[in-house]
């Protein structure tokens, strides 16, 4: 009865009002097919929750995002300061001093290289209760000026990062949340740095003096009690000292304009490789000689002692930072800190031992093998600002005088009020947002990629239909009508070229962010195909129209002969691109006639159709028109007829192999390109051997298992075949 009463006071409403229209459906199945089809990180989209809406989210756990409270540490910086969490001195005892004065110094390496993979910069290198109140070390001057350089180190790191706006990516990276990143006296960092070295380098020669107790006691005061400790230390704060020193004078020359500073950076990059090496060395020295307790887990420990740093608590800052997660992080390994700035320092390098040429097609190809490494944030930040100074190429060269060498434009058309023309200027800001694009980490790139698409369709169709008639008026006083058409031909086929170079790119960036399942390589690859061979087609008429102003003495057909057999053919890049185009190929055909033999890669899906899975993933490329004409349909109707033994005739690979064992002379002097072909040697070589022990066999053996791997180049699979 009280249930009855409970029922009749609170009726159920149906959340969805019934009415004449309505059908129901049971959605059981549907949501059972779901749960068991997605993966750990994928979402059912829906009209009513997108991409969109799920970044919006917060996950739950996680350090980023989630903002669970951590109810431990302390409330306020003088609290800390007051319970003895920060002590002056760091100990009594000398020798202890200088142990915990190192573990600080390796702890703050480990929450710099933290904070440069993404995280806060409240919760990682000013967790450092030391550098939050850094006027009180002034008496330790070993702490003191090592809190210095890295509070300058910081700036340096977030104006390289803000200046080129590579930070949208890792919002939390440039937030200063009130923090004294500032303050006086730090413009003598370095000056500090060189007197507290010199003092040190004292000691350690001291110390190796064969009188030492006499020298000490005479000349120089040790670092620490125990002599026969003291060289080990000297050399082990030594070299901690100097990698900050030259890391420091590693960002400050490689901001220089015009790339001034690029040949000194690379000295002071191999230092810091060099101390970094000795920081290394001298684990197994501090690690014997612990007078303290180790932390729990020593190899995932943020120093190289093992032992826990005084002076830090990572939940200080949450308390009065509100953008700040309060939950906290955890801070990378001592170990993984070091490796985080090796490969920070060899990324560098490379910047530094760029040519800084002014053609256009090297230096896009330079940034795409850069970003091959996987660079992090603070060297693609330096990537950018080397190549777009001042609204110039490396603050040097003007864009107009960069893209009329590209296009190969005569004289005469490099006129100043030429230059001022709005289509001129749009299309010089199109190539410098290219140029910052291209410097960001893959996903952000891909999402950029495909909205500049448009942008640059959207100039080439506007390119079309008035450059006649703005360029035609501007040039007639200097020459004829006929060379104003064909200097507007030829801007309008460069950017379609640098177009369906965008769009390669972004295809291409799809399998490095595993953004393709195995049954979509098929229409993936097919519309790659279809992308490069188009690519193709305006590089080649591009270069065909070089001839006409620079032959005029020949005859127009002399001069195609001629540009047909020297360039089109014999072209390195052009030969590379045609590699790409025949395994592209290839890998589609074969993709395709494993789907109509034996059904491997045809899975069907509850949730979308495959039409529908073409539609997401080239949405954004036939928005932009790229190419026109392109539809489901063309695509079903190239692939439908595919066979094994069909592929196997075209000799796809064999083809790519080919031409790539053709380009090893060109391509002798150039390491990253001679890698490139290798890939492309191996990627053929393994799909020529599988097609045809897949064409031996019988694709249609029930037996016969078929996968795709990317284990040799990043873009294109190689297919592995097994017999169960």
Same mark, same amino acid.
């Given at each position: 009865?009280?249930?009855?009463?409970?029922?009749?006071?609170?009726?159920?409403?149906?959340? +969805?009002?019934?009415?004449?229209?309505?059908?129901?459906?049971?959605?059981?199945?549907?949501?059972?097919?779901?749960?068991?089809?997605?993966?750990?990180?994928?979402?059912?989209?829906?009209?009513?929750?997108?991409?969109?809406?799920?970044?919006?989210?917060?996950? +739950? /756990? $996680?350090?980023?995002?989630?903002?669970?409270?951590?109810?431990?540490?302390?409330?306020?910086?003088?609290?800390?300061?007051?319970?003895?969490?920060?002590?002056?001195?760091?100990?009594?005892?000398?020798?202890?001093?200088?142990?915990?004065?190192?573990?600080?110094?390796?702890?703050?390496?480990?929450?710099?290289?933290?904070?440069?993979?993404?995280?806060?910069?409240?919760?990682?290198?000013?967790?450092?209760?030391?550098?939050?109140?850094?006027?009180?070390?002034?008496?330790?001057?070993?702490?003191?000026?090592?809190?210095?350089?890295?509070?300058?180190?910081?700036?340096?790191?977030?104006?390289?990062?803000?200046?080129?706006?590579? #930070?949208?990516?890792?919002?939390?990276?440039?937030?200063?949340?009130?923090?004294?990143?500032?303050?006086?006296?730090?413009?003598?960092?370095?000056?500090?740095?060189?007197?507290?070295?010199?003092?040190?380098?004292?000691?350690?020669?001291?110390?190796?003096?064969?009188?030492?107790?006499?020298?000490?006691?005479?000349?120089?005061?040790?670092?620490?009690?125990?002599?026969?400790?003291?060289?080990?230390?000297?050399? %082990?704060?030594?070299?901690?000292?100097?990698?900050?020193?030259?890391?420091?004078?590693?960002?400050?020359?490689?901001?220089?304009?015009?790339?001034?500073?690029?040949?000194? %950076? &690379?000295?002071?990059?191999?230092?810091?490789?060099?101390?970094?090496?000795?920081?290394?060395?001298?684990?197994?020295?501090?690690?014997?000689?612990?007078?303290?307790?180790?932390?729990?887990?020593?190899?995932?420990?943020?120093?190289?002692?093992?032992?826990?740093?005084?002076?830090?608590?990572?939940?200080?800052?949450?308390?009065?930072?509100?953008?700040?997660?309060?939950?906290?992080?955890?801070?990378?390994?001592?170990?993984?800190?070091?490796?985080?700035?090796?490969?920070?320092?060899?990324?560098?390098?490379?910047?530094?031992?760029?040519?800084?040429?002014?053609?256009?097609?090297?230096?896009?190809?330079?940034?795409?093998?850069?970003?091959?490494?996987?660079?992090?944030?603070?060297?693609?930040?330096?990537?950018?600002?080397?190549?777009?100074?001042?609204?110039?190429?490396?603050?040097?060269?003007?864009?107009?005088?960069?893209?009329?060498?590209?296009?190969?434009?005569?004289?005469?058309?490099? $006129? +100043?009020?030429?230059?001022?023309?709005?289509?001129?200027?749009?299309?010089?800001?199109?190539?410098?947002?290219?140029?910052?694009?291209?410097?960001?980490?893959? %996903?952000?790139?891909?999402?950029?990629?495909?909205?500049?698409?448009?942008?640059?369709?959207?100039?080439? +169709?506007?390119?079309?239909?008035?450059?006649?008639?703005?360029?035609?008026?501007?040039?007639?006083?200097?020459?004829?009508?006929?060379?104003?058409?064909?200097?507007?031909?030829?801007?309008?086929?460069? %950017?379609?070229?640098?177009?369906?170079?965008?769009?390669?790119?972004?295809? /291409?960036?799809?399998?490095?962010?595993?953004?393709?399942?195995?049954?979509?390589?098929?229409?993936?690859?097919?519309?790659?195909?279809?992308?490069?061979?188009?690519?193709?087609?305006?590089?080649?008429?591009?270069?065909?129209?070089?001839?006409?102003?620079? &032959?005029?003495?020949?005859?127009?057909?002399?001069?195609?002969?001629?540009?047909?057999?020297?360039?089109?053919?014999?072209?390195?890049?052009?030969?590379?691109?045609?590699?790409?185009?025949?395994?592209?190929?290839?890998?589609?055909?074969?993709?395709?006639?494993?789907?109509?033999?034996?059904?491997?890669?045809?899975?069907?899906?509850?949730?979308?159709?495959?039409?529908?899975?073409?539609?997401?993933?080239?949405?954004?490329?036939?928005?932009? #028109?790229?190419?026109?004409?392109?539809?489901?349909?063309?695509?079903?109707?190239?692939?439908?007829?595919?066979?094994?033994?069909?592929?196997?005739?075209?000799?796809?690979?064999?083809?790519?192999?080919?031409?790539?064992?053709?380009?090893?002379?060109?391509?002798?002097?150039?390491?990253?390109?001679?890698?490139?072909? &290798?890939?492309?040697?191996?990627?053929?070589?393994?799909? &020529?051997?599988?097609?045809?022990?897949?064409?031996?066999?019988?694709?249609?053996?029930?037996?016969?298992?078929?996968?795709?791997?990317?284990?040799?180049?990043?873009?294109?699979?190689?297919?592995?075949?097994?017999?169960?």
């Amino acid at each position: 009865m009280a249930d009855e009463r409970v029922e009749a006071r609170a009726p159920l409403l149906p959340s +969805i009002p019934s009415g004449d229209q309505t059908v129901w459906a049971d959605a059981s199945s549907l949501i059972a097919a779901a749960c068991n089809d997605l993966q750990d990180g994928e979402l059912v989209h829906g009209e009513n929750f997108s991409l969109f809406a799920a970044m919006s989210a917060l996950e +739950i /756990m $996680d350090p980023k995002m989630d903002a669970g409270m951590e109810n431990n540490g302390y409330r306020s910086v003088e609290e800390a300061i007051e319970n003895g969490a920060a002590p002056l001195p760091l100990s009594s005892d000398s020798t202890v001093d200088v142990q915990c004065l190192i573990d600080i110094i390796d702890h703050l390496v480990a929450c710099e290289a933290t904070w440069h993979k993404g995280h806060s910069l409240a919760q990682t290198v000013f967790s450092c209760i030391y550098l939050l109140r850094i006027e009180r070390t002034s008496a330790h001057v070993l702490l003191h000026s090592y809190c210095r350089i890295i509070r300058a180190t910081c700036n340096a790191v977030i104006s390289a990062v803000s200046d080129a706006r590579t #930070h949208e990516e890792e919002d939390l990276f440039t937030m200063a949340f009130g923090l004294p990143l500032k303050g006086e006296g730090d413009e003598k960092c370095l000056s500090i740095l060189n007197s507290v070295e010199e003092t040190i380098s004292r000691q350690l020669r001291a110390c190796k003096a064969l009188s030492y107790k006499k020298k000490v006691l005479e000349d120089v005061e040790p670092l620490q009690a125990n002599a026969d400790l003291e060289e080990g230390y000297c050399r %082990a704060l030594l070299c901690r000292l100097r990698f900050r020193k030259h890391f420091y004078h590693v960002l400050t020359c490689m901001r220089k304009s015009q790339g001034r500073g690029l040949e000194l %950076a &690379r000295k002071h990059i191999a230092l810091c490789l060099s101390e970094l090496s000795s920081i290394i060395k001298s684990q197994e020295f501090l690690r014997s000689n612990v007078c303290r307790s180790y932390q729990d887990d020593v190899e995932e420990s943020t120093t190289s002692s093992g032992c826990k740093p005084v002076g830090f608590d990572a939940s200080l800052n949450s308390r009065f930072s509100a953008p700040t997660p309060p939950r906290a992080i955890r801070i990378l390994s001592w170990k993984k800190a070091i490796e985080y700035f090796e490969k920070l320092l060899h990324d560098l390098d490379v910047i530094c031992c760029f040519s800084l040429e002014s053609i256009l097609e090297n230096v896009l190809h330079f940034v795409v093998q850069f970003q091959d490494s996987q660079p992090d944030l603070v060297a693609r930040a330096h990537m950018q600002l080397l190549l777009v100074q001042d609204g110039k190429l490396y603050g040097r060269d003007f864009f107009y005088d960069v893209i009329s060498k590209a296009i190969a434009l005569p004289e005469f058309a490099r $006129d +100043i009020e030429f230059q001022k023309n709005e289509f001129v200027v749009q299309l010089i800001q199109l190539v410098v947002n290219l140029l910052k694009i291209l410097c960001t980490n893959a %996903a952000w790139q891909r999402r950029k990629l495909g909205k500049i698409l448009q942008d640059w369709s959207l100039f080439s +169709i506007q390119l079309e239909l008035a450059l006649k008639r703005e360029f035609g008026d501007m040039l007639k006083p200097l020459v004829d009508e006929n060379v104003c058409m064909k200097v507007s031909k030829h801007l309008l086929t460069w %950017a379609e070229e640098q177009t369906y170079w965008i769009a390669a790119r972004f295809l /291409m960036l799809g399998f490095k962010l595993e953004l393709y399942s195995p049954n979509e390589y098929c229409m993936v690859y097919w519309y790659m195909y279809i992308i490069l061979m188009k690519l193709l087609e305006k590089i080649q008429l591009r270069l065909s129209s070089k001839g006409d102003y620079r &032959r005029k003495g020949k005859k127009k057909r002399d001069v195609s002969k001629d540009l047909t057999r020297d360039v089109l053919v014999s072209s390195p890049s052009i030969l590379l691109l045609q590699c790409y185009i025949s395994l592209s190929e290839g890998l589609a055909m074969m993709l395709a006639a494993l789907r109509n033999e034996s059904k491997v890669f045809e899975m069907p899906n509850v949730f979308n159709s495959e039409q529908e899975r073409f539609i997401q993933h080239f949405e954004l490329l036939q928005k932009a #028109h790229v190419p026109d004409h392109i539809s489901y349909y063309l695509f079903k109707e190239s692939t439908i007829h595919a066979s094994i033994p069909i592929v196997v005739k075209h000799n796809y690979f064999r083809e790519a192999q080919r031409i790539s064992t053709s380009l090893r002379g060109s391509f002798s002097g150039d390491p990253g390109r001679m890698q490139e072909l &290798r890939r492309i040697d191996q990627v053929s070589e393994h799909n &020529r051997i599988a097609l045809n022990v897949i064409n031996k066999v019988s694709a249609h053996d029930p037996s016969l298992s078929v996968t795709f791997e990317f284990t040799h180049h990043p873009f294109f699979a190689v297919a592995v075949v097994k017999r169960s």
